[in-house]
């Protein structure tokens, strides 16, 4: 049975990156110019920091270092984050992204953008919010409703404490 490159990566790469208490989001193995780049992706419930990105960095590189699993060409490493827009795919995923605004692809019902309010093990309940002066709703979306969906970047979001004190002036 063959495995790709990246399956090899993760088997080799995973542990060493949950025993750092992140999780390993992502691998990418791409040809970039004449170089080769390796792109790891790495995440936690409470983010990572730049000090863990950097730990985990060395740790991955001394790693592969030692075994030949990137073969004997030069190649980059590059460790990182989710970006601001991530895509949500595991359960994990949505966890995290309570109170963010996300972009939902839905199997029959088109395309809704509501913020995420709980996840369990069947769903997310969602607000969403209200057009044209109507307040926002409440709506229970299964998982398997699912096709899709994307965090949104929110630029001009109040946070909760900043709506607080301008409901009490």
């Known amino acids: 049975m063959s495995t790709t490159q990246s399956e090899r990566l993760r088997e080799l790469l995973e542990p060493l990156v949950k025993s750092q208490g992140l999780d390993l989001e992502e691998i990418v193995v791409e040809s970039v110019g004449r170089k ?3 792109r790891v992706v790495v995440d936690s419930d409470t983010g990572a920091d ?13 790693k592969l270092d030692e ?9 980059d490493l590059e460790v990182g984050t ?6 949500l795919e ?10 963010r ?14 913020r995420i309010l709980t996840v369990d093990d ?18 229970r979306l299964l998982f398997p409703e699912i096709t899709r969906a994307r965090v949104q970047v929110e630029f001009n979001r ?4 900043d709506m607080t004190e301008e409901e009490e002036a």
């Not at 109040?158 to 404490?161: E, G, R, T």
């Open 50 to 62: 730049l000090d863990q990105i950097a730990d985990v960095s060395r740790a991955l590189s001394a």
């Open 158 to 161: 109040k946070d909760k404490k």
């Open 122 to 139: 069947e769903g997310l309940d969602l607000e969403v919010p209200g057009v044209k002066g109507r307040k926002a709703t409440t709506r």
């Open 36 to 38: 080769r780049v390796l």
């Open 82 to 87: 989710p970006g601001a827009e991530r895509l």
């Open 101 to 114: 605004l996300v972009r939902f692809q839905l199997a029959e019902d088109g395309e809704l953008v509501a």
């Open 90 to 99: 595991e359960h994990r995923h949505f966890a995290r992204a309570v109170d």
């Open 67 to 75: 075994s030949d699993a990137m073969g004997q060409g030069a190649y």
